[in-house]
Nanobody, 122 residues
């Protein structure tokens, strides 16, 4: 079984910074992409940023220039550096591992973390 463990959420004032981390553990052969999504109560989960094994990134327009996603492939860990935080960034942030294989011939699956709360006060 593959598990994603997130850390780094919390409460910060507007304009401040936080760094989220997410480590994938278990029997892992490959992970195509890792990323962060967020979801406010009553709303759909939305993409924040993703990064592939090769380092290609995709960022939501709302976070471009403020958030930076990075990945340590050797550690199966993804990071999200969040700067210039705004109250509208307040959300539960979920880590995602996309197309995970436990061995070469495994059927790829996606996994989600349990979520970490980020609260930005004005």
């Amino acid at each position: 079984q593959v598990q994603l463990v997130e850390s780094g959420g919390g409460l910060v004032q507007a304009g401040g910074s936080l760094r989220l981390s997410c480590a994938a553990s278990g029997s892992i052969f490959s992970i195509e992409a890792m990323g962060w999504y967020r979801q406010a109560p009553g709303k759909q989960r939305e993409l924040v940023a993703t990064v592939t094994t090769s380092g290609s990134t995709n960022n939501a327009d709302s976070v471009k220039g403020r958030f930076t996603i990075s990945r340590d492939n050797a550690k199966n860990t993804v990071y999200l550096q969040m700067n210039s935080l705004k109250p509208e960034d307040t959300n539960v942030y979920y880590c995602n591992a996309e197309h995970v294989k436990r061995h070469l011939f495994d059927v790829a699956r996606d996994y989600w973390g349990q979520g970490t709360q980020v609260t930005v006060s004005s």
